[in-house]
């Protein structure tokens, strides 16, 4: 059973960038498929991007594609999520998510999760 920890969230004036990134132990990260979700305030989790275990294939929500970035280093046992020109609707609590299956859009695919980092936007 992978552990993860995220971190890296904080205040970002919008049209600004941040770094998140997704610490793992207790397992073997490379045999995981990585995903990051965020949660906005009042409203469910969604999904925002996936890797690949080796970091060949990428998902993307619509709302974040082009602007969002995710990445790993397995050698690390860490993942990312680049992010920038946010926007107000980018506030949210992420959460980043581990999970043995292919590649998935659904929080329900991912068994590990991360406690969150809160991003927040100004107005």
């Known amino acids: 059973q992978v552990q993860l920890e995220e971190s890296g969230g904080d205040l970002v004036q919008a049209g600004g960038s941040l770094r998140l990134s997704c610490a793992a132990s207790?397992?073997?990260?490379?045999?995981?498929?990585m995903a990051w979700f965020r949660q906005p305030p009042g409203k469910e989790r969604e999904f925002i991007a996936a890797?690949?275990?080796?970091?060949?294939?990428?998902s993307y929500a619509d709302s974040v594609k082009g602007r969002f970035t995710i990445s790993r280093d397995n050698a690390k046992n860490l993942a990312y999520l680049e992010m920038i020109d946010l926007k107000h609707s980018d506030a949210a609590v992420y959460y980043c998510a581990a999970g043995r299956g292919s590649l998935s859009r659904s929080r329900y695919a991912y068994d590990e999760w991360g406690q969150g980092t809160r991003v927040t936007v100004s107005s």
């Open positions: 207790g397992g073997t990260f490379s045999t995981y498929q």
């Open positions: 890797l690949s275990r080796t970091g060949g294939l990428t």
